[in-house]
């Protein structure tokens, strides 16, 4: 049974920084492209990042591009998200997914790309 657990959310002031964790079980990890998705209140699920199964490449909404970092410890079966100079606009809910095609291709924001999902972790970013 694959279980996938994001954590690391919390509240923080604008431009301060969280690190979000992301750890898959049931699942070949290093066989999965993984990507961190966003949900706000009354809007639709956003695709933020995605890294391939290797780390070899990363993707990037550009509303965060230069701002956060997508990385993976293939070791440990983790993914990570860093995020810095947070705005109020990055608060939602963060969700992260497997994919189990191994790259992130042209659709890598489109939730359909993806097998498994967690249950999300909260990122109150307050002005």
């Known amino acids: 049974q694959v279980q996938v657990v994001e954590s690391g959310g919390g509240l923080v002031q604008a431009g301060g920084s969280l690190t979000l964790s992301c750890t898959a079980s049931g699942l070949t990890f290093d066989d999965y492209a993984m990507g961190w998705f966003r949900q706000a209140p009354g809007k639709e699920r956003e695709g933020v990042s995605c890294?391939?199964?290797?780390?070899?490449?990363?993707y990037y909404a550009d509303s965060v591009k230069g701002r956060f970092t997508i990385s993976r410890d293939n070791a440990k079966n983790t993914m990570y998200l860093q995020m810095n100079n947070l705005k109020p606009e990055d608060t939602a809910m963060y969700y992260c997914?497997?994919?189990?095609?191994?790259?992130?291709?042209?659709?890598?924001?489109?939730?359909?790309?993806?097998?498994?999902w967690g249950q999300g972790t909260q990122v109150t970013v307050s002005s």
């Open positions: 890294i391939t199964w290797n780390g070899g490449s990363t």
């Open positions: 997914a497997a994919n189990s095609f191994g790259y992130c291709d042209g659709n890598w924001w489109d939730v359909g790309e993806y097998d498994d």
